[in-house]
């Protein structure tokens, strides 16, 4: 079984930043694509950005040139720095982690920003 902790996740106004990070843990696993998710009320979930084990990164384009995703294959860890944050990025941010077989997901961590 494989555990993601997720955390960072808080109230900010509009300009700020937060910093997400999620840790994957449990059995022997290999993992791939890591990643960030976010669903907004009444919206469906959308990817914001992942990363490749190489280091390959793709963003939504909403979020382009204000987050920046990271990871830490060492630690199996990945984090979503988020400057100049708006309103709209107001939602549910969950860490999404792939390996061979499986998808995991975490349990969201809240973003608020207010204007």
């Known amino acids: 079984q494989v555990q993601l902790v997720e955390s960072g996740g808080g109230l900010v106004q509009a300009g700020g930043s937060l910093r997400l990070s999620c840790a994957a843990s449990g059995s022997s696993f290999s993992i791939n694509v890591m990643g960030w998710y976010r669903q907004a009320p009444g919206k469906q979930r959308e990817l914001v950005a992942d990363i490749t084990p190489g280091g390959s990164t793709k963003y939504a384009d909403s979020v382009k040139g204000r987050f920046t995703i990271s990871r830490d294959n060492a630690k199996n860890t990945v984090y979503l720095q988020m400057n100049s944050l708006k309103p709209e990025d107001t939602a549910v941010y969950y860490c999404?982690?792939?390996?061979?077989?499986?998808?995991?997901w975490g349990q969201g961590t809240q973003v608020t920003v207010s204007s």
């Open positions: 999404r982690v792939t390996s061979s077989l499986y998808i995991y």
